[in-house]
Structure formats: structure tokens, C-alpha cells
């Protein structure tokens, strides 16, 4: 089976990022296929490079790239999502005027079209 | 091409979640996919006529919500104890919807293929 997955869960407020986190991990080990994880609303707050979580807690951010490293997934946050919280790369930093690096590595930065894309793509698709 | 249903129940203007919400609303529609909306629960009033985010610092979201016609998006359903429930009407609202009952909910989300809860 073949998903899309839609993260709009806070990584540290909501319940469901952890749920989100530990699907994709059983779906893949169970060797379904992830076609995308799209990062949207305050789930872009997984990607920023220097969210740093006490020694004891639990890490999404470190969570989800040692994932995408194991599978190749394709870990994407929406652009006008992450703007709006702040969260940009060099490039976008650049555009807008504006000096900044705030993607953590193994994510990169897309627009909705590429959701919409993973979606049609996909046998099921799964919001959290 | 896919039926989208797009569940909104979480009452408007907190922020920017009817925006966005909206704007993967737009994408879908510009996909050219079957795009249907499904007001439930405090949702209803994100289309209730005369209203003024504007003065909230917020997008005019009813022209957003016209604004879904020219993708060719015109199936709006707005459960009927829901609409009740704010002691509202049909003609209450920005324009013309389905009136859905609670009761049908379930087989509307079943027929579709993909569920956003646009919440």
C-alpha cells in the first residue's frame, strides 16, 4: 500500500505528532510504501533546525530524519506555512530580504501542488 | 481524478486556520479534483453572510469561499442539526448550499476517497 501523509500536528502540543511519527515508522517496517510526508499548519515546527529537546524527551525532529535516512523518505515542509512562522532556508531568506537557516536537514521546503501530488499518487492517504 | 471532501467543524477566525485550510481547499480545486466542503459543528458559521474578519486582522474569507466557484467547486453541504444548533437558516449563509442530516453524514464520507479534516 502506498500513503500520503499530512502532518499538521504541533511536534510538542499535540498528541498526534508522536501518532504521526510512529505510523509512518510501522507502516514501513511492515514494507508499505510512503509516497510523501507533507508538513503543514504547525506541523512545519518539525523542521526547524534548532529545536532542541531536553536529554530525557523525546525528539521528533531527530526522530524523523534518522526515519527518512533509513527509507528515503521524502520529508516535505509547505513554504507558506513555514514562512508565516518563520522558519526559512538561505534561499527563501535571501528572496525575502531577510538573513536566515532554519530547515533541519533531511527536510526540504515545497509548496502545496506537491501535496496534492503525493495525494493523487497514493492508495490512502492519512492526516494527523 | 479523486473526490475530496474537506470536513470543516472547527468555528472560523482563530487565527489563521480558515486560511489555510482554504488555501489547500484552492490547490485541490486547481487540481482540477472533485472538491466537495462539509460544514459540521461550529464550521457552519465560516459561511454565515456578514461577517467582517477584515476588522480581526483576518482575510475576507467569504469572498475565498465565493471565490471556489470559478474552480468549478459548488458542492457545499452543511449538516442541518448543525445550522439548528446556532439557530441559523440556508438563506443565513453566503450562498446556496445542501442540506445534509446527521444521519447521511457517515455514507457522504464513506463515498469519498480522500477525508481532510480541515479543522
Same mark, same amino acid.
Given at each position: 500500500?502506498?500513503? $500520503?501523509? *499530512?502532518?499538521?500536528?504541533?511536534?510538542?502540543?499535540?498528541?498526534?505528532?508522536?501518532?504521526?511519527?510512529?505510523?509512518?515508522? $510501522?507502516?514501513?517496517? $511492515?514494507?508499505?510504501?510512503?509516497?510523501?510526508? &507533507?508538513? !503543514?499548519?504547525?506541523?512545519? !515546527?518539525?523542521?526547524?533546525?534548532?529545536?532542541?529537546?531536553?536529554?530525557?524527551?523525546?525528539?521528533?525532529? =531527530? $526522530?524523523?530524519?534518522?526515519?527518512?535516512?533509513?527509507?528515503?523518505?521524502?520529508?516535505?515542509?509547505?513554504?507558506?506555512?513555514?514562512?508565516?512562522?518563520?522558519? *526559512?532556508?538561505?534561499?527563501?531568506?535571501?528572496?525575502?530580504?531577510? =538573513?536566515?537557516?532554519?530547515?533541519?536537514?533531511? &527536510?526540504?521546503?515545497?509548496?502545496?501542488?506537491?501535496?496534492?501530488?503525493?495525494?493523487?499518487?497514493?492508495?490512502?492517504?492519512?492526516? &494527523? | /481524478?479523486?473526490?475530496?471532501?474537506?470536513?470543516?467543524?472547527?468555528?472560523? %477566525?482563530?487565527?489563521?486556520?480558515?486560511?489555510?485550510?482554504?488555501? /489547500?481547499?484552492?490547490?485541490? @480545486?486547481?487540481?482540477?479534483?472533485?472538491? @466537495?466542503?462539509?460544514?459540521?459543528?461550529?464550521?457552519?458559521?465560516?459561511?454565515?453572510?456578514?461577517?467582517?474578519?477584515?476588522?480581526?486582522?483576518?482575510?475576507?474569507?467569504?469572498?475565498?469561499?465565493? @471565490?471556489?466557484?470559478?474552480?468549478?467547486?459548488?458542492? %457545499?453541504?452543511?449538516?442541518?442539526?448543525?445550522?439548528? @444548533? %446556532?439557530?441559523?437558516?440556508?438563506?443565513?449563509?453566503?450562498?446556496?448550499?445542501?442540506?445534509?442530516?446527521?444521519?447521511?453524514?457517515?455514507? /457522504?464520507?464513506?463515498?469519498?476517497?480522500?477525508?481532510?479534516?480541515?479543522?
Amino acid at each position: 500500500m502506498k500513503y $500520503a501523509i *499530512l502532518v499538521n500536528a504541533n511536534p510538542d502540543t499535540s498528541a498526534s505528532a508522536i501518532s504521526a511519527y510512529r505510523f509512518v515508522k $510501522a507502516a514501513l517496517e $511492515a514494507g508499505h510504501s510512503i509516497s510523501r510526508v &507533507f508538513f !503543514y499548519k504547525d506541523g512545519i !515546527y518539525h523542521a526547524l533546525h534548532y529545536r532542541t529537546a531536553p536529554d530525557d524527551e523525546c525528539h521528533l525532529t =531527530q $526522530a524523523w530524519q534518522t526515519l527518512a535516512q533509513a527509507f528515503e523518505l521524502d520529508l516535505v515542509v509547505c513554504v507558506s506555512a513555514a514562512q508565516r512562522r518563520g522558519l *526559512l532556508n538561505p534561499d527563501e531568506a535571501k528572496r525575502q530580504g531577510k =538573513q536566515d537557516d532554519d530547515l533541519a536537514a533531511g &527536510f526540504r521546503i515545497g509548496g502545496l501542488g506537491q501535496w496534492l501530488e503525493a495525494m493523487l499518487a497514493a492508495d490512502r492517504v492519512i492526516e &494527523f | /481524478m479523486k473526490k475530496i471532501l474537506f470536513v470543516l467543524e472547527k468555528p472560523p %477566525f482563530q487565527g489563521i486556520k480558515l486560511q489555510e485550510n482554504l488555501d /489547500m481547499i484552492l490547490t485541490a @480545486a486547481v487540481f482540477d479534483q472533485q472538491v @466537495a466542503l462539509l460544514f459540521l459543528g461550529g464550521g457552519v458559521l465560516s459561511i454565515k453572510s456578514g461577517q467582517n474578519p477584515t476588522d480581526l486582522g483576518l482575510k475576507d474569507t467569504a469572498a475565498i469561499f465565493k @471565490a471556489l466557484e470559478i474552480y468549478d467547486v459548488k458542492d %457545499f453541504y452543511v449538516e442541518v442539526e448543525s445550522l439548528q @444548533a %446556532f439557530g441559523l437558516k440556508p438563506g443565513d449563509l453566503i450562498f446556496p448550499v445542501q442540506e445534509i442530516y446527521r444521519k447521511d453524514v457517515n455514507a /457522504m464520507i464513506v463515498e469519498s476517497d480522500v477525508v481532510l479534516s480541515a479543522g
